[in-house]
């Protein structure tokens, strides 16, 4: 075969992989991989958030038919107030974005970015990105609810000592050297990672989440309350004290895969 067939053969095989990798890379983040992107991350600044039982966290609707907005990944870490009330931290360019109403007993903190405030150059754009840089809570006892709709965003709690939490997110969450009497996951739209940390009695939706994991070695987990209609779930060693179903309906169904030494007990 001539030295010329095998350059055509080469340049084929790396055209092929150029296209086979940017169609994988289209599928596997759900959005076509861009360069041109706002960035409103920069220096932080943090004040003093009302009092309340409840935090939600949302934004607006950055998509049209004519231009897609996506959010670059971010963190909302959540740890307790030192200081005796709710603080939240955020970079002053995406401070300028914020609303924050009290709704009874809910503090509702929008990202309210308008497409008409693009700056020039991205008003042509019909994919861009926006990265919004980490934002943090210190939240006081009082709160025992946290609802987050910000696209991307994952959330993780460090170091909590609570009676009691709720968690309703669309992304994932990250729960490391906290302690909770009890734990309760309404939704979460990515994986859970229980790391470390004491859990008496966590409550799992399975119907309104991804997978979940825990780190055996240094999170305690009492009772794992778990409920769906259907659910697969492997039970690791030493995950779990206890684990009682609660199905959703009459025909709902669970099947548990047992990796070590258990006791079944059905109940009526």
Known sequence: MKRTTYILIGLFV??????????FMIFCLGRPYISNQLNLQGEQITKEVPACRVVWLTQTRLYTPERNVWLA????????????KNLFSCSKKVNDYLK????????????????????????????MGMNIGDMRLDMTQDVECIINDINSQKIGFKHLEKDSLSIDTSNSIVVDSCDFAALQVIRSG????????????????????????????????????????YAN?????????????????????????????????VME
């Open 73 to 84: 990944n971010s963190l909302l870490e959540v740890q307790p107030s030192k200081e005796g």
């Open 190 to 229: 990515g994986n859970v990672d229980f790391q470390s940390g004491t859990i008496n009695n966590l409550y799992l939706n399975l119907g309104m989440m991804g997978n979940w994991s825990v780190n055996v070695e240094k999170c305690h987990i009492g009772t794992e309350y778990l409920t769906a209609h």
């Open 100 to 127: 924050m109403t009290v709704m009874g007993d809910t503090l509702k903190i929008l990202l309210d970015y308008s497409l008409d405030q693009l700056p020039q150059e991205f008003k042509k754009s019909k994919f």
């Open 233 to 265: 779930v492997q039970l690791q060693k030493g995950e779990c004290e206890r684990m009682i179903w609660i199905p959703e309906k009459n025909d709902s169904k669970l099947n548990v895969s047992l990796t070590g030494k258990a006791c079944v007990t």
């Open 14 to 23: 790396a055209g092929l992989c150029v296209l086979v990798g940017g169609m």
